[in-house]
């Protein structure tokens, strides 16, 4: 039989199955279930965070992968959470209260295309490719969805002042303007993928995170919301670290061109100059 091996297959089913996640979560939005919207897109964050480390551990890497990634999570992150907000609390705000989602889901394509097209850029510094730049999609997608994430927090304990507030459009419509503008920013965002760990941090590390996810089952609408509140809180130390690595490899640059010897400088003569 001729055809692809089934791990190069195993990578796109994953991305098809958070694709339908993302389509699952506009169809609790239109029946006004939320909390299941949310789940079914942190679902669809969840697998895209994996299809591409799988693909990668398989050696199932290709460019139609890479496009259909892409576009699953226009789907997702970009469509998705502004369809949500819209029907939380901009459905019945104005002619204008449209214009945030459309800002957002727009911006969000914009990013993806920026990302895809870096991938080409072979004259990047190494050190760039620790940041992403500007938001990535699944986080831009959980920022953007703080109000609902609030909101359903408040809700469940009673807060219904803030219940309120977080249903306010005002408060949609900033989350979404916000959130666009750090999508399609130059902002130097940590990646995480080559993430270096020191070895005493390694044991505390694996236990706040045993931490957060024990949270996150028992109140995962108050560890939602402050994971976004953290997110944001990490932003200008990424950076002040992008920043730092790039003072310290435009000094070493500097070294090595002084180390140079003038000699090696000097232009060779051919023989009928040196005549």
Same mark, same amino acid.
């Given at each position: 039989?001729?055809?692809?091996?089934?791990?190069?297959?195993?990578?796109?089913?994953?991305?098809?199955l958070?694709?339908?996640?993302g389509?699952? @979560?506009?169809?609790?939005?239109l029946?006004?279930?939320?909390?299941?919207a949310?789940v079914?897109?942190?679902?669809?964050?969840?697998?895209?965070?994996? %299809?591409?480390?799988?693909?990668?551990?398989?050696?199932?890497?290709?460019?139609? @992968? =890479?496009?259909? !990634?892409s576009?699953? %999570?226009?789907?997702?992150?970009?469509?998705?959470?502004?369809?949500?907000?819209?029907?939380?609390?901009?459905?019945?705000?104005g002619?204008?209260?449209?214009?945030?989602?459309?800002?957002?889901?727009?911006?969000?394509?914009?990013?993806?295309?920026?990302?895809?097209?870096?991938? %080409? %850029?072979e +004259?990047?510094?190494?050190y760039?490719?620790n940041?992403?730049?500007?938001?990535?999609?699944?986080a831009?997608?959980?920022?953007?969805m703080?109000?609902?994430?609030? @909101?359903?927090?408040?809700?469940?304990?009673?807060?219904?002042?803030?219940?309120?507030?977080a249903?306010?459009?005002?408060?949609?419509?900033?989350?979404?303007?916000?959130?666009?503008?750090?999508?399609?920013s130059?902002?130097?965002?940590?990646?995480?993928?080559?993430?270096?760990i020191?070895?005493p941090?390694?044991?505390?590390?694996?236990?706040?995170?045993?931490?957060?996810?024990?949270?996150?089952?028992?109140?995962?609408? @108050?560890?939602? =919301?402050? =994971?976004?509140?953290?997110?944001?809180?990490?932003?200008?130390?990424?950076?002040?670290?992008?920043?730092?690595l790039?003072? +310290?490899?435009?000094a070493?640059?500097? !070294?090595?061109?002084?180390?140079?010897?003038?000699?090696s400088?000097?232009?060779?003569?051919?023989?009928?100059?040196?005549?």
């Amino acid at each position: 039989m001729r055809g692809p091996s089934f791990n190069r297959v195993i990578p796109n089913m994953l991305t098809m199955l958070g694709l339908c996640a993302g389509l699952s @979560g506009i169809r609790f939005g239109l029946e006004h279930r939320f909390s299941h919207a949310a789940v079914a897109l942190l679902i669809a964050a969840c697998i895209d965070g994996l %299809d591409g480390r799988i693909a990668r551990m398989l050696h199932g890497t290709s460019r139609f @992968g =890479a496009e259909f !990634d892409s576009l699953s %999570d226009f789907v997702c992150f970009g469509v998705a959470p502004s369809f949500l907000l819209f029907l939380w609390s901009l459905d019945h705000s104005g002619r204008y209260a449209f214009v945030p989602c459309v800002m957002f889901t727009v911006c969000m394509a914009l990013r993806l295309a920026r990302f895809n097209a870096s991938l %080409d %850029d072979e +004259e990047k510094p190494e050190y760039s490719y620790n940041f992403f730049t500007g938001v990535p999609a699944p986080a831009g997608a959980g920022l953007a969805m703080f109000p609902i994430f609030l @909101g359903l927090e408040c809700k469940k304990l009673g807060w219904e002042n803030l219940e309120a507030f977080a249903r306010a459009p005002i408060v949609a419509a900033v989350s979404l303007a916000l959130t666009a503008a750090l999508l399609v920013s130059t902002l130097p965002v940590w990646s995480f993928k080559n993430f270096k760990i020191p070895s005493p941090y390694v044991l505390p590390l694996m236990l706040g995170t045993g931490i957060y996810a024990a949270v996150l089952v028992a109140d995962p609408w @108050g560890a939602l =919301a402050a =994971a976004g509140v953290i997110y944001l809180a990490m932003l200008p130390f990424s950076r002040r670290s992008f920043h730092r690595l790039r003072a +310290e490899a435009e000094a070493m640059s500097e !070294d090595v061109e002084e180390d140079v010897p003038e000699s090696s400088s000097r232009p060779t003569l051919q023989p009928e100059q040196r005549a």
